[in-house]
């Protein structure tokens, strides 16, 4: 008998990610160098106790927490969110680059991932990124039978000279038209690591302005900054809503998950209009809104400084974790392997010489298992762009659910195995 299911949900793959989860879960002393988990010693347990407890204080206090809110998003946690980060990125008050009439909260950033997708693209459109990109994005780009771009990144973000070269491919073949944004994952990029800078970020929005006249329409910047507030080096840098002009073209996506608690599951977005009118529809039909008592929690956090304090605790965590796969990777990795530092998130990218495969039915991926360790295969990372055949030869490392102790013994047995 044929099934019922539309073709959206025959088409879906699942995600790389549940495959490495029910590996790591099937085998209990598995290191898991892959899973890009959060510290679990680390989540605020004793803080949320107690600023549920300012809440739920009592009826008068709790029952507003408990009930619906409104789509869009708790007001307070609304301001307090938009003015948190028009200071992170040096903006002016009343500036509507930041406003939190453009924002939306979200069940963590990648519903509004989702949601923007959603409201911009149809089957076949083209969307650009970052090559290697976040592979969960990746899943959105699939299911919806988008087609995907790549472009290559260096050490301070991606390549915009190729870029160019790829839009004006794309004008000559008459497929610029297909084109309606670009997804950017600015900050410590899923996989590599990498951080976009802002001269970057102007040149990008400077060249999808440039070439949406051929296109016929507007063509977005989507900065995904979910791994913003976890540097543990060097100094921020602005978000491509302080560029002239961002207000109508830029859709920034953020999230509380991972720099306060994963479960929390709230992220939010701005967006340009007509985009935020018609993500705010969808949002309201995939749920009406994001739960009141977890944003109330947020709000709370934001406004007593509780959580400005666990994001500088976290930091301090992330960087002893990061030195310490540092230090394992140059003590136990073979020097012809190319290893890309992070100085935030939670992720090394590492590049083995040409030739030797690590993906997931390579003989080093089973070899990895067999010592007890896993690691994410560089070539769940990259789009299938038919201009260019898939690296196989990287893996992303990830520090941020692994003890010190597991990472550096995991290290040691994955550079035995190299």
């Keep these: ?42 989540l605020p347990v004793a ?5 549920l407890d300012d809440i739920l204080c009592s009826p008068t206090a709790g029952r507003p927490a408990l009930q619906y809110g409104a789509t869009q998003g708790d007001p307070a ?9 028009r200071a992170l990125d040096g903006g002016r008050r009343g500036d509507a680059a930041w406003s939190e009439d453009r924002m939306i909260v979200t069940n963590g950033s990648q519903q509004m991932l989702y949601i923007a997708t959603e409201a911009l693209c149809d089957e076949d459109d083209i969307v650009i990124v970052e090559d290697p990109t976040y592979f969960v994005y990746l899943g959105i780009v699939q299911s919806h039978r988008l087609r995907a771009r790549a472009v290559r990144i260096e ?47 102007s040149r990008m ?53 991972k720099p306060f608690a ?22 309201g039909n995939h749920d009406f809104g994001t739960s009141n008592l977890l944003q109330q ?24 974790k990061a030195e310490a796969m540092g230090a394992a990777l140059r003590e136990h990795f073979p020097p012809d392997v190319e290893v890309w530092e992070p100085s935030g998130g939670l992720n090394f990218w590492a590049r083995l010489p040409r030739g030797v495969r690590s993906g997931p039915k390579s003989k080093l991926f089973r070899s990895a298992l067999a010592k007890g360790v896993i690691y994410v295969p560089g070539e769940l990372c990259y789009a299938d762009d038919p201009g260019r055949r898939k690296p196989d030869h990287e893996m992303r490392l990830s520090f941020g659910s692994a003890t010190e102790e597991n990472i550096r013994e995991g290290i040691r047995r994955l550079g035995k195995v190299l």
């Design 1 to 42: 008998m044929k099934t019922a299911l539309s073709e959206l949900g025959r088409r879906t793959a699942a995600p790389p990610i549940s495959w490495l989860m029910s590996l790591a879960l099937s085998r209990p002393k598995l290191i898991s160098l892959a899973a890009g988990f959060t510290d679990n010693a680390s």
């Design 47 to 51: 803080d949320v106790r107690d600023l």
């Design 77 to 85: 946690l609304l301001r307090l969110t938009a003015d948190y980060l």
């Design 155 to 201: 050490k301070d973000g991606m390549n915009t000279a190729h870029l160019e070269e790829l839009l004006e491919s794309l004008k000559r073949s008459g497929e610029l038209r297909r084109v309606k944004l670009l997804y950017l994952v600015s900050y410590f990029q899923n996989p590599s690591g990498v951080t976009t800078s802002f001269e970057k970020k």
């Design 205 to 257: 929005l400077k060249l999808l302005k440039k070439y949406e006249r051929a296109a016929g329409h507007p063509i977005y910047l989507l900065e995904d900054a979910a791994y913003r507030e976890l540097r543990f080096k060097g100094g921020d840098v602005k978000s491509a809503l302080a560029l002239p002009g961002a207000r109508d073209r830029v859709i920034y996506t953020g999230t509380y998950s």
């Design 262 to 283: 994963t479960g929390t599951r709230v992220g939010f977005g701005i967006l340009p209009e007509p985009v935020f009118t018609a993500a705010l529809r969808i949002k």
């Design 297 to 320: 929690l947020l709000a709370r956090a934001l406004s007593t400084g509780s959580y400005r304090k666990h994001v500088e605790k976290l930091q301090k965590r992330y960087r002893r």
